[in-house]
T-cell receptor, first 114, second 113 residues
Framework: EPEVTQTPSHQVTQMGQEVILRCVPI?????FYWYRQILGQKVEFLVS????????KSEIFDDQFSVERPDGSNFTLKIRSTKLEDSAMYFC????????????FGEGSRLTVL | KNEVEQSPQNLTAQEGEFITINCSYS?????LHWLQQHPGGGIVSLFM???GKKKHGRLIATINIQEKHSSLHITASHPRDSAVYIC???????????????FGKGTKLSVKP
């Protein structure tokens, strides 16, 4: 069964460092998403990406965050200068058809900022 | 503020019991998702609903758009159903694609053998 894969599964970084989280969405999917879940809290939408550009983003997705699809398969989330409060699980998801399709999530990347 | 409320927060059941998890929301929506989050953290989509009822195996999801309420039922529960079940909605006034969702806090289900 096709799946969304994310790397790394866990990353520990120092405050102020740049972090890149990687996702490989399902190959024929067209819409890509990043979500964040701080430990013990609910999942929050960060950004959606379609046709090589951001289509929607939340208030959380400020100038410290960026996304790109550099090579047609990977979908990356970059945090430029990490803060302690960026510690969370980050989930990537993809969908083929925005109106009727099922969301497929990756297993998540746990980011710990020290 | 858009809110998604789930009840109960925690639920312990004996194997074989019929389980219901509820979700209420405060705004008009175009779709509602039920998701399952495994103990390891991974998330799996169970259902996407915009009206009526859907069934998949032992899982049934219903939605009442007028009452802004959805339920997830598990028949003949099993310890492997132990997980966090999350309700998420797509408000009508959100443009774009399905993935921009407002999530509930989840219901933690433990099924004892």
């Amino acid at each position: 069964e096709p799946e969304v894969t994310q790397t790394p599964s866990h990353q520990v970084t120092q405050m102020g460092q740049e972090v890149i989280l990687r996702c490989v969405p399902i190959s024929n999917h067209l819409y890509f998403y990043w979500y964040r879940q701080i430990l013990g809290q609910k999942v929050e939408f960060l950004v959606s990406f379609y046709n090589n550009e951001i289509s929607e983003k939340s208030e959380i997705f400020d100038d410290q965050f960026s996304v790109e699809r550099p090579d047609g398969s990977n979908f990356t989330l970059k945090i430029r200068s990490t803060k302690l409060e960026d510690s969370a699980m980050y989930f990537c998801a993809s969908i083929w058809d925005s109106n009727t399709g099922e969301l497929f999530f990756g297993e998540g990347s746990r980011l710990t900022v020290l | 503020k858009n809110e998604v409320e789930q009840s109960p927060q925690n639920l312990t059941a004996q194997e074989g019991e019929f389980i219901t998890i509820n979700c209420s929301y405060s705004v008009g929506i175009s779709a509602l998702h039920w998701l399952q989050q495994h103990p390891g953290g991974g998330i799996v989509s169970l259902f996407m609903l915009s009206s009526g009822k859907k069934k998949h195996g032992r899982l049934i999801a219903t939605i009442n758009i007028q009452e802004k309420h959805s339920s997830l039922h598990i028949t003949a529960s099993h310890p492997r159903d132990s997980a966090v079940y999350i309700c998420a909605v797509r408000p009508l006034n959100y443009g774009g694609s399905q993935g921009n969702l407002i999530f509930g806090k989840g219901t933690k289900l433990s099924v004892k053998p």
